[in-house]
């Protein structure tokens, strides 16, 4: 039994990676109403989830969540999976306002590297914010030690994730 279910809102970026994993796979579709929501964590990523004309999407998802009945099930673990460009104070804060959301992961692009700048000054003080960077960009690694942020590393082209059923939402 897979443990997490990894919703794409959309397939549609504001960037456009040569190694996105998107590129790899066929993607079921569903509506989030026939969603099996019965998983121990959802992942949300795209694409970019946090696109102005996507968004509505990602709260749709977080919104459904919190009704769930928690004494039927479990409520699973929610985490979002960004570029960041579009991760405002205020939309932070709303998201972060929902207690199932456990992680908000900022993948650190070769188009957007610049962004870790920008956003470490008030991101930082969430503990749900981590960092993606990749194993090649030493120096921003290295950075991310300096300033003591969250942050993980990761492998071109390890796309496979065994555990994870991969659902393309459709929209109405
Ligand atoms: S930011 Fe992520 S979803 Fe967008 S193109 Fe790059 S790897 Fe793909």
């Known amino acids: 039994m897979k443990d997490t279910l990894r919703i794409l809102t959309t397939l549609e970026c504001n960037l456009s990676c040569s190694y996105c994993c998107n590129n790899l796979f066929k993607f079921?579709?569903?509506?989030?109403?026939?969603?099996?929501?019965?998983?121990?964590?959802?992942?949300i990523t795209g694409g970019e989830?946090?696109?102005?004309n996507k968004i509505h999407l990602l709260k749709d998802?977080?919104?459904?969540?919190?009704?769930?009945?928690?004494n039927i099930f479990i409520l699973p673990k929610i985490y979002i999976y960004t570029n960041g460009?579009?991760?405002?104070y205020s939309l932070l804060n709303f998201?972060?306002?929902f207690n199932n959301v456990?992680?908000?992961?900022?993948?650190?692009?070769p188009d957007s590297k610049n962004?870790?700048?920008?956003?470490?000054?008030?991101?930082?003080?969430s503990n749900k914010i981590r960092f993606m960077i990749e194993d090649k960009y030493r120096s921003i690694i290295k950075y991310a030690e300096n300033k003591e942020l969250n942050y993980i590393?990761?492998?071109?082209?390890?796309?496979?994730?065994?555990?994870?059923?991969w659902i393309l939402l459709k929209d109405k």
């Not at 962004?115 to 008030?122: E, F, R």
């Open 95 to 97: 998201i972060l306002s």
């Open 49 to 52: 989830p946090l696109l102005p």
């Open 85 to 88: 460009i579009y991760l405002s």
């Open 115 to 125: 962004q870790i700048l920008l956003t470490y000054k008030y991101l930082c003080e």
């Open 153 to 165: 590393t990761w492998t071109r082209n390890e796309c496979n994730m065994p555990n994870e059923d």
């Open 102 to 109: 456990k992680g908000i992961n900022i993948g650190i692009h």
């Open 61 to 70: 998802i977080l919104l459904t969540n919190e009704l769930l009945d928690e």
């Open 28 to 43: 079921k579709q569903k509506y989030l109403i026939d969603l099996d929501l019965e998983y121990t964590n959802i992942c």
